[in-house]
């Protein structure tokens, strides 16, 4: 037997029309906001990716050579294909609001949340300086959770420049300044004692214990341009009327191209506890692109919020009907096309299969109404509509179906 892939997976039956179901509710929340929706290829040039995203990304491509020797990678994210989509097309009107639900792939550790192979939602704001624009895309981003029934999450707010004034004022050099930072990243996960190890190795004790020191909240450092855009968000997450959010001084964001106020939405109860949805302001990454285009988004890892919405979804009989021919083949096809020509999602089943295995059938995918189609009730100009939420069965003239 032919086994899948590692860190990717299969969906069939009731599990994947679930999640077509949850990404439905993604964009139509997304579209509410007034996002519109945008497509990138799946293949890119590797360069795009190991120019454009940072080592963090480059570390995790799937990438390789095509018949005639070029370099491609599968592509890791969709932002810096989007920005390239963005940026050539010079005619856009500003605003340009997007969004984007599509297929990713980094090779990394398997984990509960965390495969090769994922789905993410991404919403992105193209053209707008203001911290408004991040507000908008947090606010969208809280609202398509909770319209999704997930309420349990805090949003974790910082700003690249308040972390880049902090290193300055340390006096640590740029190169070293990327490491403090990707050993930062890991704290919630390895802890405060282990980050100031690491972060000593890179730049000595004294340094370390005022980088912890920082982030515990002990020591400050001046930050105003940071400092105001992070308090700008604030004001306008109040607005929002969204109050669950929390100053993160710790909070860094993995990927390079942020470079100021920066978002993650951190599940802390239920099924799922970690990070949901991450985002960020990126207004210098148009300029790889020739380019100056501010911008901020942010994006939904679908695969841990499927966890989270199967976790509390209620398995219930659907509306749906099926049309189950007992010994008129004929007139069974013709009642269910009529049927969904009504725009009626109908199911259908011949008398090759016997009645109950048809029910059976019906009741393992909860259909909730059996259409029985007989030739002794077609005689009268009848149908049989058994309810099998209520057990019950019905007789219809044809004409009420």
């Given at each position: 037997?032919?086994?899948?892939?590692?860190?990717?997976?299969?969906?069939?039956?009731?599990?994947?029309?679930?999640?077509?179901?949850?990404?439905?509710?993604?964009?139509?929340?997304?579209?509410?906001?007034?996002?519109?929706?945008?497509e990138?290829?799946?293949?890119?040039?590797?360069?795009?990716?190991?120019?454009?995203?940072?080592?963090?990304?480059?570390?995790?491509?799937?990438?390789?050579?095509?018949?005639?020797?070029?370099?491609?990678?599968?592509?890791?994210?969709?932002?810096?294909?989007?920005?390239?989509?963005?940026?050539?097309?010079?005619?856009?009107?500003?605003?340009?609001?997007?969004?984007?639900?599509?297929?990713?792939?980094?090779?990394?550790?398997?984990?509960?949340?965390?495969?090769?192979?994922?789905?993410?939602?991404?919403?992105?704001?193209?053209?707008?300086?203001?911290?408004?624009?991040?507000?908008?895309?947090?606010?969208?981003?809280?609202?398509?959770?909770?319209?999704?029934?997930?309420?349990?999450?805090?949003?974790?707010?910082?700003?690249?420049?308040?972390?880049?004034?902090?290193?300055d004022?340390?006096?640590?050099?740029?190169?070293?300044?990327l490491?403090?930072?990707?050993?930062?990243?890991?704290?919630?996960?390895?802890?405060?004692?282990?980050?100031?190890?690491s972060?000593?190795?890179?730049i000595?004790?004294?340094?370390?214990?005022?980088?912890?020191?920082?982030?515990?909240?002990?020591?400050?450092?001046?930050?105003?341009?940071?400092?105001?855009?992070?308090?700008?968000?604030?004001?306008?997450?109040?607005?929002y009327?969204?109050?669950?959010?929390?100053?993160?001084?710790?909070?860094?964001?993995?990927?390079?191209?942020?470079?100021?106020?920066?978002?993650?939405?951190?599940?802390?109860?239920?099924?799922?506890?970690?990070?949901?949805?991450?985002?960020?302001?990126?207004?210098?990454?148009?300029?790889?692109?020739?380019?100056?285009?501010?911008?901020?988004?942010?994006?939904?890892?679908?695969?841990?919020?499927?966890?989270?919405?199967?976790?509390?979804?209620?398995?219930?009989?659907?509306?749906?009907?099926?049309?189950?021919?007992?010994?008129?083949?004929?007139?069974?096809?013709?009642?269910?096309m009529?049927?969904?020509?009504?725009?009626?999602t109908?199911?259908?089943?011949?008398?090759?299969?016997?009645?109950?295995?048809?029910?059976?059938?019906?009741?393992?995918?909860?259909?909730?109404?059996a259409?029985?189609?007989?030739?002794?009730?077609?005689?009268?100009?009848?149908?049989?509509?058994?309810?099998?939420?209520?057990?019950?069965d019905?007789?219809?003239?044809?004409?009420?179906?």
């Amino acid at each position: 037997m032919v086994e899948r892939i590692k860190g990717t997976r299969d969906f069939i039956g009731a599990e994947a029309a679930l999640r077509q179901q949850l990404l439905n509710k993604i964009r139509s929340s997304y579209s509410l906001f007034g996002f519109e929706p945008v497509e990138t290829p799946s293949l890119e040039y590797l360069q795009l990716f190991t120019e454009k995203s940072g080592p963090e990304i480059e570390n995790q491509l799937y990438s390789f050579e095509d018949k005639k020797g070029e370099k491609l990678a599968l592509r890791p994210e969709q932002t810096v294909s989007k920005m390239r989509v963005i940026t050539n097309n010079k005619s856009l009107i500003k605003p340009i609001k997007t969004y984007s639900i599509g297929t990713v792939w980094r090779y990394e550790d398997v984990a509960k949340g965390r495969l090769r192979e994922f789905i993410q939602a991404d919403v992105d704001i193209y053209g707008g300086k203001s911290v408004f624009y991040d507000a908008e895309i947090i606010a969208c981003v809280d609202f398509t959770l909770k319209s999704i029934g997930i309420k349990d999450y805090k949003i974790h707010l910082n700003n690249r420049k308040i972390l880049q004034d902090m290193l300055d004022s340390f006096g640590i050099e740029f190169e070293a300044g990327l490491q403090v930072l990707r050993e930062m990243d890991k704290l919630d996960k390895v802890g405060i004692e282990s980050v100031e190890k690491s972060i000593a190795d890179i730049i000595g004790k004294e340094k370390s214990r005022k980088i912890t020191d920082f982030i515990t909240g002990k020591l400050d450092v001046k930050s105003e341009v940071g400092g105001k855009e992070l308090n700008d968000l604030v004001q306008y997450l109040e607005q929002y009327g969204i109050k669950n959010y929390v100053i993160d001084r710790k909070l860094v964001r993995g990927l390079a191209y942020y470079d100021g106020n920066i978002f993650e939405f951190i599940a802390d109860s239920g099924s799922y506890k970690g990070t949901i949805a991450a985002g960020g302001r990126y207004d210098m990454l148009s300029k790889q692109f020739n380019s100056d285009l501010p911008a901020t988004g942010c994006t939904i890892g679908f695969e841990r919020i499927f966890e989270i919405f199967k976790s509390t979804f209620k398995d219930e009989f659907s509306e749906k009907s099926c049309v189950i021919s007992i010994d008129n083949d004929k007139e069974a096809i013709k009642i269910a096309m009529s049927l969904r020509s009504k725009g009626k999602t109908v199911d259908l089943l011949l008398s090759d299969l016997s009645l109950s295995k048809a029910l059976t059938y019906c009741n393992s995918k909860k259909i909730r109404y059996a259409v029985l189609i007989g030739n002794k009730d077609l005689k009268e100009g009848l149908v049989t509509v058994r309810d099998l939420k209520e057990k019950k069965d019905t007789k219809l003239k044809l004409s009420d179906l």
